[in-house]
């Protein structure tokens, strides 16, 4: 039997900075039931800086997250701001985190290159054997090449750095 009751949902809606006075994104806990993105209306490109801003993740994490070339990015933040996201995956992905930001991915590995190697068991020729490069780019992420950042790995060496520390973490990697 229907009441004529509009069904309430149990997630606050902030659809806009300027609505919380004196309070960041930041410290809005998504654990509190907090949602940046209104569910009246469709995810537009400002909600994704939103939802970054919220979860005090980088634009390199979004962009992993989301799976998306920096340009599309920045026209969505730009240019596209107001205007509703066309890209059915990135809108679903959206809505997803902002119900479960436990589940936005980081695009940094949670532990150096050096420290990963200690925890395969073996030098850091073999790490990054094992991450898909050539035994020459440890030296370079030790930071023993001219013009490279200390640590620093290439985009797809961090994703799989990832995988790995995940398995490390598991158990599942033999040594």
């Known amino acids: 039997m229907a009441t004529g009751r509009k069904r309430t949902h149990s997630v606050q809606t902030i659809s806009d900075e ?25 995810v537009i490109g400002s909600d994704l800086e939103l939802l970054r801003k919220r979860n005090g993740k980088t634009v390199s994490d979004m962009l992993y997250a989301f799976a998306m070339p920096p340009t599309r990015w920045y026209l969505y933040k730009n240019k596209l701001r107001d205007r509703p996201i066309n890209k059915v995956t990135i809108a679903l992905l959206a809505r997803y985190y902002d119900q479960h930001p436990d589940e936005l991915p980081t695009s940094t590995p949670p532990y150096t290159p050096r420290q990963m190697s200690k925890m395969v068991g073996g030098p850091m020729k073999r790490l990054a054997v094992l991450l898909g490069n050539e035994a020459a780019a440890s030296f370079r992420w030790l ?4 013009g490279v950042k200390v640590g620093a790995m290439s985009p797809i060496a961090q994703r799989l750095a990832i995988y790995l520390s995940n398995e490390i973490q598991r158990g599942n990697i033999i040594r």
């Not at 930071?143 to 001219?146: F, H, L, P, R």
């Open 143 to 146: 930071g023993g090449s001219q």
């Open 18 to 42: 300027r609505e919380l006075p004196g309070v960041s994104l930041q410290a809005v806990s998504a654990e509190a039931g907090c949602s940046v993105i209104p569910d009246h209306r469709p």
